[in-house]
């Protein structure tokens, strides 16, 4: 009999009933410790205290109005999140697709009230995640994710990270934008060089073309900063934020300057839900958290702690662990055994990790932990690579 549920996760037997803080309760009752934060998106833990209030607060005055009327909630975040960023305006979605989707139909959309109609295509990077819509995958470009939902969607081109060369000889006349992860999240905790996406925001200013970020993954405190841009003394033109911006609460958002965001007048774009005034709600509130004068600078030291910490488990278990990667609590741990099965063996452990591209694990904690758990997890995270040293001994004698 075809699965109820439309089996496109090979999901593991685990289903949790309640969190708290950093941890996970399972049916079973079994504590786990969640370093993988539901995929970076419960940056304030679970059943944060001040997220459950502007929930529960919101959710007895009004749930839904639609977009036909003016959303008090989207009007006062957006001020606030114009004046934290680069950004001149926000669109508000559910999803990161969706904020990607808003990104490169407000590409195309300049381009065209530019007097540039021809330019229509955006360069993006090998290795990049940006959703699982057409649009997204035909931008993400990685085969397995395009495989049988052909033909692709036109106009996203694909091209290796890291050489600013390969880039200027990829743009084309039809050239409108320039798509790029600072940290690429699924693709393997692969860290960008600050030079290469500098270089890249002088080869958009230099031909005509719009910059866009996806902090989908590495926005709202990730990396350390509010944004991973802020580390790069440069801003983009457009940027796509979801995940942890509503904390476990579906709210997506696309930011960008007003002469990037020209062009999308009444009835060029438009969402049912999005900016519906739970998200709001939860997504102001979050914001004030990691807005808080402590919360960043934490996340940058913890972050560092962790990133010490693995440094020297990797010298524990060389057969084991091959690299080190990432910034703040966005960490990647690049294995020399399946990463499918390290995840599987940590998870037995009690620890939660996130699997990624290039035989990496993700480590992406809530932003809250403190050193008590990266304890914690260090000794789960030792105790899973034993179990894989036991194997390799028994196999060679
Ligand atoms: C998760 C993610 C997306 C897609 O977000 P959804 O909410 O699943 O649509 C896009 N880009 C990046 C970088 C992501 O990490």
């Known amino acids: 009999m075809f699965p109820s549920l439309l089996p ?58 639609s977009n036909l009327y003016r959303v008090p909630g989207q009007e006062a975040l957006s001020k606030r999140l114009v004046e934290v960023t680069f950004a001149d305006t926000a669109f508000f979605t559910n999803s990161g697709v969706e904020a990607c989707e808003c990104a490169f139909k407000m590409a195309r959309r ?87 996406l500098r270089g890249l925001r002088k080869l958009c200013d230099r031909h005509g073309l719009l910059l866009i970020f996806d902090e989908i993954q590495t926005g709202v405190g990730r990396t350390g ?39 999308m007048t009444a009835g060029t774009h438009g969402t049912t839900y999005g ?27 913890i972050g560092n702690y962790l990133n010490q910490q693995l440094s020297g488990l990797l010298s524990e278990h060389p057969s084991v662990f ?22 599987a063996a940590a998870r037995k452990e009690g620890l939660l990790l996130v699997g990624a591209g290039d035989n990496v694990v993700r480590l992406l904690p809530p932003l809250i932990i403190e050193e008590t758990q990266v304890r914690e997890a260090m000794a789960m995270l030792s105790s899973a690579a034993k179990s894989f040293e036991a194997k390799s001994k028994t196999q060679n004698t």
Not at 112 to 141: M, N
Not at 228 to 248: C, H, R, S, T
């Open 8 to 65: 496109t996760y090979n999901r593991a037997d685990v289903a949790f009933v309640r969190g708290e803080g950093p941890y996970l309760f399972a049916e079973d009752g079994k504590r786990y410790l969640d370093f993988g934060a539901g995929i970076a998106v419960n940056a304030f833990g679970h059943a944060h205290p001040k997220l459950v209030a502007a929930l529960t607060e919101q959710a007895t005055k009004l749930w839904h109005t």
């Open 110 to 196: 300049y381009q065209y009230v530019s007097g540039h109609p021809e330019r229509f295509r955006i360069l993006c990077f090998e290795g990049a995640f940006h959703g699982r819509t057409l649009a997204g995958i035909a931008a993400g470009g990685q085969a397995k994710y395009l495989e049988g939902f052909g033909p692709k969607v036109d106009g996203f081109d694909s091209i290796p990270a890291g050489n600013l060369k390969g880039v200027e000889t990829a743009i084309t006349p039809e050239t409108a934008a320039i798509l790029v992860e600072p940290v690429q999240g699924e693709g393997g905790i692969r860290v960008l060089a600050p030079e290469f």
């Open 225 to 263: 900063k509010l944004f991973a841009y802020e580390w790069l003394g440069i801003a983009p033109d457009i940027m796509a934020v979801a995940k942890g911006i509503g904390g476990g609460f579906p709210v997506g958002v696309c930011l960008a300057t007003a002469e990037a965001a020209k062009g």
């Open 275 to 301: 900016g519906n005034p739970l998200g709001m709600a939860v997504a102001a509130a979050a914001l004030d958290l990691v807005l808080a004068p402590d919360f960043l600078p934490h996340v940058q030291a």
């Open 322 to 343: 091959e690299e080190v990667r990432g910034q703040g609590l966005m960490l990647g741990l690049k294995l020399k055994v399946p990463n499918t099965e390290f995840v």
